[in-house]
C-alpha cells in the first residue's frame, strides 16, 4: 500500500515532500517485533498503542512490553 501513496503523491507533483505514515490502534499486547520491523521496512515511521482505560498494574507492564519493542538509534 505505501508504494502505492507514494506514487500518488508523485503523481500530485508533492514527491520528494515529507510524508509522514503512521498506524493507530496496535494492540500492545499482541504487537511482535516481527510486526514493528515489518512496518519499519515499509517506511511507517510513528505506531500509536491504543490502551484501555485500567489501571496501572495492567497499563505498565503492557508499556513495559511495547517499549522493549522499539528500535533505538534508529
Given at each position: 500500500?505505501?508504494p502505492?501513496?507514494?506514487?500518488f503523491?508523485?503523481?500530485?507533483?508533492?514527491?520528494?515532500?515529507?510524508?509522514?505514515?503512521?498506524?493507530?490502534?496496535?494492540?500492545?499486547?499482541?504487537?511482535?517485533?516481527?510486526?514493528?520491523?515489518?512496518?519499519?521496512?515499509?517506511?511507517?515511521?510513528?505506531?500509536?498503542?491504543?490502551?484501555?482505560?485500567?489501571?496501572?498494574?495492567?497499563?505498565?507492564?503492557?508499556?513495559?512490553?511495547?517499549?522493549g519493542?522499539?528500535p533505538?538509534?534508529?
Open positions: 500500500l505505501l502505492e501513496y507514494r506514487q503523491m508523485a503523481d500530485a507533483g508533492r514527491e520528494g515532500e515529507p510524508m509522514g505514515v503512521s498506524i493507530f490502534s496496535i494492540d500492545p499486547a499482541t504487537v511482535s517485533e516481527a510486526d514493528v520491523d515489518h512496518y519499519q521496512e515499509a517506511g511507517v515511521e510513528r505506531m500509536v498503542v491504543m490502551l484501555a482505560s485500567e489501571k496501572e498494574d495492567t497499563i505498565l507492564p503492557l508499556l513495559d512490553r511495547v517499549a519493542l522499539i533505538v538509534g534508529d
